[in-house]
């Protein structure tokens, strides 16, 4: 019983946010989304919107872009990529953040796993923004795969020798 009470309590939850979320927006028609549910589907499908750590480096060093880094600030503090601009999930939908989200320059969503960052570029994109990707994994794909190349790469501890060379022995 206590199930269904939760359940039926964090459904109606979920609804006044997305109320919020619209009423912020001055947008209370559904039908004035820019893609059809289809058409929507088939943006995701082809995950041209994805990108991989390494394509995000290349694409760095080609073009300007706007990293925006949709996490908690205290997450922000914590480790963040370089430049990247702190704007909370939450507020994406602000009117004061309308004329940085028309900007022709590309913005890359940033998040601690790349799901929320999918969810905002989904919604900004309906709601009719272009120039957006998102880094694909998040930050957690990120560091396992640029922060630990570059921690393999530091010379600081070859003073250190393992006592037993492990792969020596499994080959015997």
């Known amino acids: 019983m206590q199930k269904k009470y939760l359940f039926g309590f964090g459904g109606v939850m979920v609804f006044i946010a997305l109320v919020l979320i619209a009423i912020s927006f001055d947008h209370l028609d559904p039908y004035s989304f820019r893609y059809s549910s289809n058409e ?33 600030p205290k997450l922000f503090a914590a480790f963040s990529l370089d430049s990247a601009k702190n704007i909370a999930a939450e507020r994406v939908l602000d009117k004061s953040l309308k004329p940085f989200f028309q900007t022709e320059t590309t913005k ?48 600081g501890f070859k003073d250190e020798k393992p006592q037993v060379d492990f792969a020596e022995v499994m080959k015997k």
């Open 40 to 72: 929507m589907l088939e943006k995701m499908d082809d995950q041209t919107h994805l990108l991989s750590p390494q394509e995000f480096i290349d694409l760095r060093t080609q073009q300007d872009l706007i990293i925006v880094d949709l996490r908690d």
């Open 108 to 155: 890359v969503l940033v998040d601690q796993d790349g799901l929320q960052a999918n969810q905002i570029w989904v919604l900004l994109t309906q709601f009719g923004y272009e120039n957006l990707m998102v880094l694909e994994g998040g930050i957690k794909n990120w560091q396992e795969k640029v922060e630990v190349t570059t921690l393999d790469k530091f010379t």
